[in-house]
């Protein structure tokens, strides 16, 4: 199915800002130059401009890239910004980043309870 992402072994976050005027091979040279990854990897590259409202993913489908487009009509991508390369992320942050969360969440503490034995 095209731009089915789901089948990636990994995904990468292009942290800080990204011209959002690049398409699939300014955003290929971004992916093999600027983080000397692999374009054509079973990999997906995530980007977010300046206003954070926009979000491209570049995938490699095997016989050609897909280029999928994000727009957010309320709120802005909690994007990371203070760093200049690639970073992966899980599947699981992957979703926080779609429904506008942080991809750093915090950590629940897990409370333990003292047994009763009756």
């Not at 095997?62 to 390369?85: A, C, I, T």
Request: proline fraction near 4%.
């Amino acid at each position: 199915m095209i731009g089915d992402i789901s089948k990636a072994e990994h995904i990468y976050i292009a942290v800080g800002y990204t011209d959002m005027r690049k398409q699939i091979d300014g955003l290929s040279a971004i992916v093999q130059h600027n983080f000397n990854l692999d374009p054509f990897s079973n990999s997906v590259f995530l980007f977010c401009g300046r206003n954070s409202r926009i979000m491209k993913a570049l995938y490699w489908e095997g016989d050609g890239f897909v280029l999928l487009y994000k727009r957010l009509e309320n709120g802005k991508f909690k994007w990371p910004r203070n760093e200049s390369e690639a970073r992966e992320i899980t599947p699981q942050q992957f979703r926080w980043l779609l429904e506008g969360l942080s991809i750093e969440q915090p950590k629940t503490i897990k409370k333990s309870y003292p047994q009763v034995v009756l």
